[in-house]
């Protein structure tokens, strides 16, 4: 058990990362882990699009050319910082979710079962000496880009991206919040 708190209390999102990315057996691992999420009613909500090496810095021009169509153009520093983390990045994982067709999930628990699974993934890539990082920059919520993406625009929703590799620079520990600021007890009223 010792392996797994060493992993969840040392994990830090780590932006910066470059090749080598996972290999297709350290992949298999990561997207197993994801598919432990819970999941209410058995939705099976995941949906994830591999974009790998070469086609990943693209994805800013996906955004770009969302934003332009929108009438709402990604201000430039935005898509020079874009560029530049992405031009390195040999692995992003578009993070979708098909909330329950029949409505009988409330659609919010699905958005939380992609969560736990992005969760997971974090910390299997981590596990793994990966960096990996989630962020929803590079004109996630624009129309068109989760389409772009292979997600369905009716059926699904795009979360972002999840980008792994190997870290650029030796992350520093950071200082995490006190669990005590943040939980109470209930008792029964007396
Ligand atoms: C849904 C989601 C979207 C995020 N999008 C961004 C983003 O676009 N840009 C960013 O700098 N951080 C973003 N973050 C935060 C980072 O992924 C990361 O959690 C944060 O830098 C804190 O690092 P930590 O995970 O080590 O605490 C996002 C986090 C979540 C959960």
């Not at 797994?4 to 290999?23: E, N, W, Y």
């Not at 350290?26 to 058995?42: T, V």
């Not at 709402?72 to 909330?99: F, H, M, T, Y």
Request: some cysteine; charged content about 20%; proline content about 9%.
């Amino acid at each position: 058990m010792s392996d797994f708190f060493d992993v969840v209390l040392s994990r830090r999102s780590i932006k910066f990362v470059q090749a080598p990315g996972p290999t297709d057996e350290q992949l298999d691992l990561i997207l197993s882990a994801a598919l432990r999420a819970p999941d209410h009613g058995a939705v099976k909500p995941w949906r994830f699009v591999l974009v790998r090496g070469a086609d990943v810095p693209a994805l800013v021009d996906v955004g770009v050319q969302a934003g332009i169509a929108a009438g709402e153009p990604l201000p430039q520093p935005k898509v020079d910082n874009a560029r530049k983390w992405l031009s390195k990045v040999p692995l992003v994982i578009a993070l979708g979710c098909r909330p329950d067709p029949t409505g009988r999930i409330p659609e919010h628990e699905s958005l939380l079962a992609v969560s736990a699974a992005v969760m997971n993934m974090l910390n299997a890539a981590h596990a793994l000496g990966f960096g990996a990082f989630w962020s929803t920059g590079v004109g996630t919520y624009l129309d068109g880009v989760g389409e772009a993406l292979g997600f369905d625009p009716l059926d699904e929703r795009f979360m972002g991206y999840l980008a792994i590799g190997t870290p650029i620079d030796t992350p520093e520990p950071i200082e995490r919040p006190d669990w005590r600021d943040h939980v109470s007890e209930w008792r029964v009223p007396a």
